[in-house]
């Protein structure tokens, strides 16, 4: 409780960085992946547009966001699908899916569908999405024109501390001619490699931050181990997140794209890293 009292205090010490504002439009045959903030991407893939993670919230409780979102619902297209990974408020924030559906419903008449791990939906369920999907690892389903697959994580998937039933992992979400691997929350394993030769995802996002005390390594990756999961993965290029948006770890906040690029460029690859600001889109 010391921890998290010190880790909220910091996160009020600083005024908010950073403009929101609306994501740059893809052209047809091209995707589209902009950065939110944290662990929230919005895709324009195969013709759709989709959220992951997404949380627009400055609170969580009481801790505070450290940069503004990169788009604000109410920036973004009508949303087609939303995808969460587990049931962590930085990652399932009911405010924030609450404002997606309300968006999308005013600007579209349906509201968006959803996809969580089983044991999530409950907590879903009374947001006003059209359908609530629920996926184990390695299920996959056809989503609104999308091939979207559960991939395995080394995480815990609890919304409260003794909540314990609640699934967790990560997602590829593909079209005919693109596809996208979104790992959710993850201490390193052997499951990179295997995702990469399953699924041969050509984007991998992957987080940096939140690894100190070495404790939370059992949970959560460093950068050098992020770069080894893209390497295994076999993805072509690599874009950051969990990270500089809220104070998770006791590392300094620009600690981890330090030693992410330190080590991508140890390995000849600092060509194949992109770093996006909130609200920057990477077109492929």
């Known amino acids: 409780m010391g921890q998290?009292?010190?880790?909220v205090r910091e996160s009020h010490e600083h005024p908010l960085q950073?403009?929101?504002?609306?994501?740059?439009t893809v052209l047809d045959g091209e995707l589209g992946i902009t950065f939110i903030g944290h662990s929230s991407f919005f895709f324009q893939i195969g013709g759709r547009n989709v959220l992951i993670d997404p949380v627009f919230s400055r609170r969580l409780i009481?801790?505070?966001?450290?940069?503004?979102p990169g788009s604000l619902p109410e920036q973004l297209p009508p949303i087609d699908l939303v995808l969460v990974t587990h049931a962590h408020m930085d990652h399932l924030d009911i405010p924030s899916l609450r404002r997606i559906v309300r968006s999308t419903r005013r600007r579209r008449g349906v509201a968006p569908e959803i996809v969580v791990p089983e044991g999530v939906e409950d907590l879903v369920a009374p947001l006003g999405f059209r359908r609530v999907h629920t996926l184990a690892w390695w299920q996959q389903e056809e989503i609104a024109g999308l091939r979207v697959v559960m991939t395995p994580c080394r995480h815990w998937g609890a919304r409260l501390f003794n909540d314990t039933h609640r699934g967790y992992g990560g997602y590829v979400v593909a079209s005919e001619n693109h596809s996208v691997y979104h790992s959710g929350d993850t201490a390193w394993f052997d499951g990179f490699a295997e995702i990469g030769r399953r699924l041969q995802p050509q984007v991998a996002l992957l987080p940096i931050g939140a690894y100190f005390p070495d404790s939370y390594r059992a949970v959560h990756v460093s950068p050098e181990e992020a770069v080894r999961a893209f390497v295994d993965s076999g993805a072509e290029w690599m874009v950051p997140m969990h990270f500089g948006t809220f104070r998770l770890g006791r590392e300094?906040?620009?600690?981890?794209?330090?030693?992410?690029?330190?080590?991508?460029?140890?390995?000849?690859?600092e060509d194949r890293v992109r770093v996006l600001a909130e609200g920057d889109t990477l077109r492929l």
Request: charged content about 35%.
């Open 4 to 7: 998290l009292w010190r880790l």
């Open 18 to 24: 950073g403009q929101s504002r609306a994501p740059e």
């Open 62 to 68: 009481l801790l505070r966001r450290q940069r503004n």
């Open 252 to 269: 300094p906040m620009e600690e981890p794209l330090e030693r992410l690029r330190t080590e991508a460029a140890r390995l000849g690859i």
